[in-house]
């Protein structure tokens, strides 16, 4: 979903809402932008459930038990307009973030995921060793089984993954992305020592690949994951900031055992 796409369903509720809260009370109409607010929250920020909770603890106080339709005597119209009010305001706090921060604050929040599935992905490869039953275990062999896998934990998460996305040509070289995830601008880039690569050419790659990326106009966050079961790369932490100086677009490299 794009910046301006988001601006304009929040823009949409908070008309909405503003209209409840001016108009005649119904209980319907009510839960009806309820629902509409909750999902809309739920898909303009996938990442951070905090604010779908917020909204329900603004809505629970708009809506008390036992106070529908032509019971809304029992609760004040005043405290009413006021509670209602200030779910509305939430929605405009969200709609202004958007609009300031828009495309950083969304990257981040993927970035947050992508960073997530780095991490745990050696923990997950080890259930495909032990499988129920005693049937044979998965072979791992190659980047190309790694990227599998790593595909198949992203579509967990993302719609839009484009999968050996070409760079614009550099003179007589061209090169592709293993994942790009297009609504967010985040480029990833999967290698591992599996193969017999060693940390000298680890690194060559990396800073030529860093260099060729820069040309895509849809990257603004690139992601090097490296999966070295044979530890292969020491000082790994090390290892990783050093390359990320190395890069124009903001860029992680993650090495992990």
Known sequence: MTKEQKINKLSELITSGEELKNGSYDNSELEGWKERVRLALSKLFPFDANHT???DKYFMKVCLPGVVGENITLLHEKQFKKNLGNAVAFLKVRLEEVI???EQFET???LKKVLDICDRFPDSLRTFKKRRR???SYEIKDEYDIQDIFEAYLSLFF???KTEDPMPRVGDSSSTIDFLLADCGIGIELKTTIAGKEKKHLKEDLIKDMTDYRAHPGIKQLVFFIYDPD???DRSSFF???L???SVIPARVIVRH
Do not use: P
């Open 231 to 233: 530890k292969k790369v």
């Open 159 to 161: 719609d839009d993954i």
């Open 53 to 55: 909770k917020k909204f």
């Open 100 to 102: 300031e921060y828009g």
């Open 108 to 110: 981040t929040n993927f």
């Open 134 to 136: 005693n049937k044979e």
């Open 240 to 242: 990783g900031r050093e």
């Open 244 to 246: 990320e100086k190395e």
